[in-house]
T-cell receptor, first 113, second 109 residues
């Protein structure tokens, strides 16, 4: 099992460009989420999904879109990248019966120039 | 509101015992999780205390007092590989956790 797979691992964008961070899981977990981690800021929840077809906003959703068409995939879209979106992005999954236990992908390091 | 406090940094020597405290306030009442993150890596789950008391997993133990909104992670027989950041993360719903800035643990030989 691959667990939680994120692509790309590294990306450099110019201000205004758009891109999609991919997240795929093979654990059949209903819950998926996206976090961003900035130096000294900890992890902040961007968007989350409790199942296919259902998404909701977290703490810092502005500038990001998500969709959940399948259980396995939860892509994060940056519509018009800004330097403030330079960060490390983590996708996480959770078994619906296991409160508090998240499984994280390896992260995607994004730099916006 | 929701808030969380833990020390920013802790240092210790190999073989020692260290305790990382966490106080929190959330809208939920779901217990407390702990995560470890090495530099450049992803957070990994260590433990989840659903009930009050001490849970032991090898060299690591985690304690929770829900009435005090307080918990701690106890690391025993410290090893160099334990140098990492540790996050307490109280769930504020069945599928949402709060992460603070974490505690950076440095273990010296």
């Amino acid at each position: 099992n691959a667990g939680v797979t994120q692509t790309p691992k590294f990306q450099v964008l110019k201000t205004g460009q758009s891109m999609t961070l991919q997240c795929a899981q093979d654990m059949n977990h209903e819950y998926m989420s996206w976090y961003r981690q900035d130096p000294g800021m900890g992890l902040r929840l961007i968007h989350y999904s409790v199942g296919a077809g259902i998404t909701d906003q977290g703490e810092v959703p502005n500038g990001y879109n998500v969709s959940r068409s399948t259980t396995e995939d939860f892509p994060l879209r940056l519509l018009s990248a800004a330097p403030s979106q330079t960060s490390v992005y983590f996708c996480a999954t959770q078994d619906s019966g296991m409160v508090g236990e998240l499984f994280f992908g390896e992260g995607s390091r994004l730099t916006v120039l | 509101g929701q808030s969380l406090e833990q020390p920013s940094e802790v240092t210790a020597v190999e073989g020692a015992i260290v305790q990382i405290n966490c106080t929190y306030q959330t809208s939920g009442f779901y217990g407390l999780s702990w995560y470890q993150q090495h530099d450049g890596g992803a957070p990994t789950f260590l433990s989840y205390n659903a009930l009050d008391g001490l849970e032991e997993t090898g060299r690591f133990s985690s304690f929770l007092s829900r009435s005090d909104s307080y918990g701690y992670l106890l690391l025993q027989e410290l090893q160099m590989k334990d140098s990492a950041s540790y996050f307490c993360a109280p769930p504020w719903d069945t599928d949402k956790l709060i992460f603070g800035t974490g505690t950076r643990l440095q273990v010296f030989p």
